[in-house]
Nanobody, 126 residues
């Protein structure tokens, strides 16, 4: 598996934007499905977005569809562009990766991923 580190969290007002970055290191980055999850206080970690290893397919949770965009440059980086942020988007955001996933969809679970970053806090004020 690869090592992951997130960047770009912070405090933003409702309606604002943030871009999260995920830098991978270690083994080759090819064939890895990349995803973002988030976890709010006292809630379970939930799926946000995923992108196939080729970058051709993307999937989003209903709550962020149309506002968030996941993309990757395949130079060991993936990104989550977050627009029109809402207070309910406040959470710790985690980057995840795995090369064994056969079917990419918005039903992916945390247990499907073997590599995780340490998380980055996103706080949206009303």
């Amino acid at each position: 598996q690869v090592q992951l580190e997130e960047f770009g969290g912070g405090l933003v007002q409702a309606g604002g934007s943030l871009r999260l970055s995920c830098a991978a290191s270690g083994r080759t980055f090819t064939k890895y499905v990349m995803s973002w999850f988030r976890q709010a206080p006292e809630k379970e970690r939930e799926f946000v977005a995923a992108i196939s290893w080729s970058g051709d397919s993307t999937y989003y949770a209903d709550s962020v569809e149309g506002r968030f965009t996941i993309f990757r440059d395949n130079a060991k980086n993936s990104f989550l562009q977050m627009n029109s942020l809402k207070p309910e988007d406040t959470a710790v955001y985690y980057c995840a990766a795995d090369r064994e996933i056969q079917v990419v969809s918005k039903t992916l679970k945390p247990g499907d991923f073997g590599s995780w970053g340490q998380g980055t806090q996103v706080t949206v004020s009303s």
